[in-house]
């Protein structure tokens, strides 16, 4: 599995959308809610589930500039905006020009899924080149190392903490933060002034859900990378949670945290 392939991408986002936290979407709703329109950058857009997500949140006129360094994602996410949303695609790698992602008339900056790959500087970054704008940033679906699966494995909490030692490689930014990502994002916005609004948005994959089979793959690939695991460990443990996938006995709940952080005055 390709982690961002655009099959990858459109078998994640009904579970992003339904976990998407309420009561940040609503406070992006009530930023916006006196706007006729909105200029609005997607970070890392992938196939554009953003822009389908906020749609109905955001006023009627809608100007989407969605970056991403995949061209093929981009082509799809240009393809895929909703009726009414105009989008310009943008190919570029964030980790080298992020600034040239900001520049230019925006209201509102917007990732899903996203914050874990970054690094410490690189989301330093980020937030400096937001706060120097004074923009309001949407974040969703950051994943934050919760993993609760049912019925419990003996060796649930060693693989987890394997996936989430493995969160933690360089993906293109520097040493990636991982499941800390959000927190830390919360924790600089809150240091420059920022009002932040967060919550949980964890996936709920219940036991009839074929990717369940795919993250306990991905789980399990992932221990194999990483030195001191136990073989026997990692495939007993995937052999015992595919053997209750496929008898319909287990769910799975993955936590990630939604935020929206706003400047307490607009430009
Ligand atoms: C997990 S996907 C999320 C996509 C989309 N935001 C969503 O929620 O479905 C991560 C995205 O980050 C993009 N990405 C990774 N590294 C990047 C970089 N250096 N510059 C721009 N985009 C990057 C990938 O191409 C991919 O679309």
């Known amino acids: 599995m390709s982690l961002f392939s655009a099959d990858w991408l459109d078998r994640r986002e009904p579970h992003d959308r339904r976990a998407r936290n309420p009561a ?4 992006v709703t009530k930023a916006f809610a ?11 857009c992938g196939t ?12 009627r006129h809608q100007h989407w500039r969605l970056i991403d360094n995949d061209l093929g994602l981009l082509a799809r996410a240009k393809a895929a905006a909703p009726q009414g949303a105009r989008a310009n695609i943008m190919a570029i790698d964030l980790a080298r020009d992020l600034e040239a992602a900001l520049d230019g008339p925006v209201d509102l900056v917007t990732t899903s899924a996203f914050l874990d790959l970054v690094s410490e500087d690189w989301l ?6 937001i706060a120097a704008r004074r923009l309001p940033f949407y974040a969703a679906l950051s994943y934050d190392g919760r993993v609760v699966m049912t019925p419990v494995d003996d060796a649930d909490a060693t693989i987890v903490s394997a996936f989430n030692r493995h ?3 360089d993906k293109g930014f520097g040493p990636a933060l991982g499941p800390a990502s959000a927190a830390h994002a919360v924790t600089m916005f809150e240091r420059l002034g920022y009002q932040v609004v967060q919550g949980k948005a964890d996936w709920r994959i219940e ?6 089979m795919e993250i306990v793959s ?3 690939a992932a221990a194999r990378e990483l030195v001191g695991v136990p073989q026997a ?6 052999t015992r949670r595919r053997i209750l996938a496929a008898a319909g006995r287990s769910t799975l709940q993955i936590g990630h945290i939604d935020f929206f952080a706003r400047p307490t005055e607009r430009r």
């Open 167 to 169: 969160q933690t490689s």
């Open 34 to 44: 006196n706007d006729a329109s909105v200029s609005a950058v997607d970070l890392a």
């Open 207 to 212: 036991a009839s859900d074929p990717l369940q």
């Open 124 to 129: 330093e970054r980020l937030v400096t080149e």
């Open 48 to 59: 554009g589930a953003t822009v389908r997500a906020l749609g109905e949140a955001l006023p």
């Open 218 to 220: 991905s789980m399990a």
């Open 24 to 27: 940040v979407l609503a406070a």
């Open 233 to 238: 460990t990692i495939e007993g443990w995937a």
